[in-house]
């Protein structure tokens, strides 16, 4: 629950860089939030601390984080230039992700099918905040001011805001298990994109985003 609240707090305070226009580190306060998003639920697993107050306050502090604190860094940075549209593009994310969530939480504790349980229904929260700034993410990485146009941005963010909930099925690494054989590449990859980030690391996230796309 601690964690849990650190990524509020995380989200929070990307809401507060974007109204002081330093896009960059709250793209980073973002990453930080999902980071601790992932973690928070095991260790809560592995100290068997889990809770229905802990997955409440998780959907809660989710949807300020990777629903309110996307939708208006994305708004303050492009969208606002289409006036009442950026706007109603910004309230989509924001419905969607929340409904995303409702629906996640209608589903603990329920039966599945075996095939289901490494998968998520639709793109989850986290996932969808890093694929509504990648627009950002390529500016900040190229330069070329015309990922800012504000069409552009509006499209991505409407088409992550259809996918979160959408019935597609994604990959969940929460039961995901490697094989033996396939140990020492993913150590390679996981070392070469940590060396990647260290070094060019607007460059890493999109591969990182783009991965995901593809594996959808």
């Known amino acids: 629950n601690i964690l849990t609240l650190l990524a509020l707090c995380a989200g ?4 507060r ?18 980071i601790l998003d992932g973690i ?86 986290p ?8 627009p950002m993410v390529l500016q900040f990485e190229f330069g070329w001011e015309g990922f800012r146009l504000a069409p552009f941005g509006a499209a991505v963010m409407a088409a ?3 996918l979160m909930v959408s019935r597609v099925p994604t990959f969940s690494l929460k039961r995901f298990q490697v094989p033996r054989e396939w140990v020492l590449a993913l150590l390679l990859i996981i070392g070469a994109l940590a060396a990647l980030s260290t070094t060019e690391p607007w460059a890493a996230l999109l591969v990182i985003g783009f991965g995901y796309i593809a594996s959808i």
């Not at 929070?12 to 809401?15: K, L, Q, R, S, V």
């Not at 109204?19 to 306060?29: D, N, S, W």
């Open 12 to 15: 929070m305070t990307a809401i």
């Open 17 to 34: 860089l974007a109204l002081g226009e330093h896009y960059r580190q709250a793209v980073v306060a973002i990453l930080v939030a999902g």
């Open 40 to 125: 928070d639920g095991r260790i809560a697993r592995l100290l068997k601390g889990t809770s229905e107050f802990g997955a409440e306050l998780d959907s809660l502090s989710d949807f300020v984080s990777f629903g309110v604190a996307p939708a208006l860094l994305m708004y303050f940075w492009t969208l606002h230039s289409l006036a009442n549209i950026g706007w109603m593009v910004a309230l989509l994310f924001a419905v969607c992700c929340a409904l995303r969530l409702a629906r996640f939480n209608t589903q603990i504790g329920a039966e599945l099918p075996s095939y289901a349980y490494n998968f998520f229904t639709g793109v989850p929260a």
């Open 127 to 134: 996932a969808g905040a890093g694929l509504a700034i990648i």
């Open 160 to 162: 992550v805001a259809g």
